[in-house]
């Protein structure tokens, strides 16, 4: 298309609007209309990266194939783009500052006096079109994390004002999304709040082209008017975002209401067809399944459901892709302090996933939920830290290891089956020193891990300190588990398996990350054809007649 065009989304009224949905949206319909498509998004904190953020506050950590530990609207956007992104696609506030200190340390600005506007802001500038240079898409969407009004806020809204004047009014579209609320006692949606957020990001001279507006209700053509009269926005670009179940619709309603078209014509780009059908059919297998499959998952993270959004759209999809609805169970894994209460816990479950996570609390409840799903032969899939205590669990119940455990867990135990990585003993600094991004993993034919995919060697994401410990591949061996995927030099375990079990399969990597709408992550799938299969054979025995 020749240079990029460039698209700014703020959000109004509240946080948690979904910005990042909207934003993704977009470009999947850009994407369907054939453009390549590239989405940034900025934070406004001061933490350099969220990598370090507790995923009860932020939510889960996203990491890319280039090892970037990102917000997760990035995970949103892979999945609604299908397209990989770099470190280049998140950049938080703490990052812009460190290089803005970093360069005057080194003496770049020549004497000057370091400022907000225009060092602070330039810096912002050039990370935009650094993006746009470096991967060159036709559309660049950025994300503006946090709500208009945010103090922390103001020098990224203050940069993209000034990128507009820079690039061309031609080349640049501003979207703002923000809330309609419905109040039931005077049964109305009401659009003050929207007009007020407009005014906010008016006085900072930005006029948005397109409102996005959330809504649990309809708007009625008076209310879409009132809207577009009172923030100044042409009729067409009120653009209704009704509350959706199924998320990966959004896209679709989006559509219908235009939003791609307006966003095209604003940018002087022609319109064109979009080929939606294999969304539209993705969406269609999800909204009418033909059965429902309830899955576990127990982690110490379950009053946050967004701690593990990958985890959870992983299995939608693999759910969808089978034919299956899937109902989570949370488990919060300190409630399992024995069999008894895991039993009580886990029963009935169709699978069971135990995911990443860090530190000791929750451990021994994790290894109670996994020798549950490893004796009661329930398909099973654990990911990462799942893999560890998946490890632990066979070591002590199988292996006869019985003190085993992780040195993340108990720093001088005498038989740790997991260990901290040798290059990660001396490092100091908690940010970004994990083993982060993709790596390949070799698969040991024949194995479930090797079917599932269906070839030898694979490319997977990881963030993690601790491995499995080699000196203890003999006796897990001995006792019955397969190491089915490793590292090419074999000195890393990146997958475990029991071939006796109907699906025991865990991997050190976060298969999550790489799981499509529409291209379910083959372990995943694994796991819940699985499921199907067992659910489906139950249900047959105990169908039939008692004598016969
Ligand atoms: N805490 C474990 C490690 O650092 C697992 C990490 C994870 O689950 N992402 O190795």
Redesign the pocket.
Known sequence: MGSTKYVFVTGGVVSSLGKGIVAASLGRLLRARGYKVSILKFDPYINVDPGTMSPFQHGEVFVTDDGAETDLDLGHYERFIDTNLTRLNNVTAGRIYQDVIAKERRGDYLGATVQTIPHITDEIKNRIKESAHQLSPDFLICEVGGTVGDIEGLPFLEAIRQFRYDVGFKNTCFIHVTLVPYLKASGEVKTKPSQHSVNTLRSIGIQPDILVCRTERPLGKSERLKLAQFTNVSPECVIEAIDMAVLYEVPLVMEKEGLAKQVLERLNVENSTPNLTAWQEMVQRVKTPSHSLKVAVAGKYTGLSDAYLSVIESLKHAGASVGASIEIRWIDSEDCVDDETSQALLSGVDAIVV?????HRGIEGKINVVKYARTHEIPFLG????M?VAVIEFARNVAHLTRAN?A?FEAKGDQPV?AM?EDQKNLSEKGGT?RLGQYPCHLVKNSKAAEAYGTDVVMERH?????INNDYLDILTDAGLLFSGTSPDRHLMEIIELPTHPWFVAC?F?PEFKSRPDNPHPLFKGLLQVAVNCKQTTTAEAQQPVNS
């Open positions: 995911p990443g996570g860090f530190g990911l990462c830290l799942g560890q992780s993340e997991v990585m994990m963030r993690h300190r601790y491995e050190q976060h």
